[in-house]
């Protein structure tokens, strides 16, 4: 059971690139999605990436007017930081820790930890209940 709860306890929602500076300035989720967020092959918004904008002046100038000065696609930059549909799950292991995009290999290590203790404890408690 302990082993199964972790794929509840470790469940994953929706996710996507945070940009503090364009939420201070009141910028819609479609707006932000709109000007900072790539679209994959499948149409869909990029979870882990998003377009190299000076964010700070976009913010000052407004969605309208920052949009109406981009001119190139820009290039595509790993996130910083990530927001996460907490209306699926309110909290769970991955969203306590961050655990996507580049940091989805510890999901699999923390499991990997659990069992190692487990392993150990049944080692050590075993020994000592005896004496």
């Given at each position: 059971?302990?082993?199964?709860?972790?794929?509840?306890?470790?469940?994953?929602?929706?996710?996507w690139c945070r940009l503090?500076?364009?939420?201070?300035?009141?910028?819609?989720?479609?707006?932000?999605?709109?000007?900072?967020?790539?679209?994959?092959?499948?149409?869909?918004?990029?979870?882990?990436?998003?377009?190299?904008?000076?964010?700070?002046?976009?913010?000052?100038?407004?969605?309208?007017?920052?949009?109406?000065?981009?001119?190139?696609?820009?290039?595509?930059?790993?996130?910083?930081?990530?927001?996460?549909?907490?209306?699926?799950?309110?909290?769970?292991?991955?969203?306590?820790?961050?655990?996507?995009?580049?940091?989805?290999?510890?999901?699999?290590?923390?499991?990997?930890?659990?069992?190692?203790?487990?392993?150990?404890?049944?080692?050590?408690?075993?020994?000592?209940?005896?004496?």
């Amino acid at each position: 059971m302990q082993t199964l709860s972790y794929q509840f306890l470790g469940a994953t929602p929706d996710y996507w690139c945070r940009l503090d500076s364009l939420l201070e300035a009141k910028w819609t989720r479609e707006q932000i999605f709109s000007f900072a967020i790539p679209v994959d092959e499948q149409g869909k918004p990029e979870t882990c990436l998003m377009y190299d904008h000076n964010y700070t002046r976009a913010a000052e100038l407004g969605y309208e007017a920052a949009a109406a000065t981009l001119q190139d696609t820009p290039a595509r930059v790993p996130c910083v930081a990530r927001d996460f549909n907490r209306s699926q799950h309110q909290s769970t292991v991955t969203t306590e820790w961050d655990l996507v995009c580049e940091r989805r290999v510890l999901y699999s290590t923390t499991q990997a930890a659990v069992e190692v203790g487990k392993f150990a404890g049944a080692l050590l408690l075993g020994y000592t209940i005896d004496l």
